[in-house]
């Protein structure tokens, strides 16, 4: 009697109807939406699958191709590539980096041998201009200078000779400097190695050597000249230094002994 007087209402009858229609309806959406994730989810995987085409692609455009490991091990090595070339079929093979293991008190280096350097033999040094002595050495006696009119000391040799004579250089060496000094005038100095240096002023010319040019005992530097103002009232003469260990010394004690 319950159950038809329930139905015998017109309201409840629409009550009811209204309940399963939104039950209908939700069950609706949920399917439609089951069907678009799913949709959706082959999409993606289709999108995933173009790009490994075009990746797959791209490799063989580049003429790339990977040998994968199919035994199945482990190995820290990196893998085998095989590169071709398409167009003069070359191949080149990169093999696996294989770390070496260092040998316990042993070394692949080999020694680097010693660079012996030679003392410089000043005795064997030549006469850098044919001439006699003008002006002698002298660090403690003192000499007359005419262009001063007064008695100093003298560094170095004063070899008397015709202006434009040739001046060689005195021992085997590197040009250490040129320069026109203001005293000295065009002054060349070169560097022999072991602290000897030999210095060359009141010369005519700098343009027959550079800086860092490698001579030999002989060759010539510049000519004789008269560019030295402390000493222009001397006759054209070289003035000639020989230097050790930074100071000057008697070039005639290494030179010919001929030289008067």
Known sequence: MKF??????????????LIIMALLLAGGVWQYNNYISGKMAELDFENQLD????????????????????????????PIKEVSNTDNNAKEKTPPVVPKTPTAGKSNEK?????????????????PVFGNISIDYSDTELAYSKTIDSWITHSGLDLK??????VRAALDGVVLETANDAQ??????????????????????LD????GQQLKKGDVISGVGKTALCEIAEEPHLHFELIRDKQNIDPKNYLPKKLK
Do not use: C
């Not at 020694?111 to 006469?127: H, Q, S």
């Open 111 to 127: 020694p680097i041998a010693a660079v012996k350097i030679e003392p410089v033999d000043i005795d064997t040094m030549i006469l």
């Open 4 to 17: 038809n007087d329930l139905f015998s209402n017109r309201r409840n009858i629409y009550f009811v109807s």
């Open 184 to 205: 000295w005038g065009l002054t060349i100095v070169l560097d022999h190695g072991d602290g000897v240096y030999t210095r060359y002023s009141n010369l005519s010319t």
């Open 51 to 78: 790009e490994l085409d075009k990746l797959l692609e791209e490799q063989d455009d580049l003429g790339v191709k990977i040998i994968e490991d199919t035994s199945g091990e482990g190995s820290v090595d990196e």
């Open 208 to 211: 027959l050597v550079s800086k």
């Open 161 to 166: 000779a015709e202006e434009g004579s040739p």
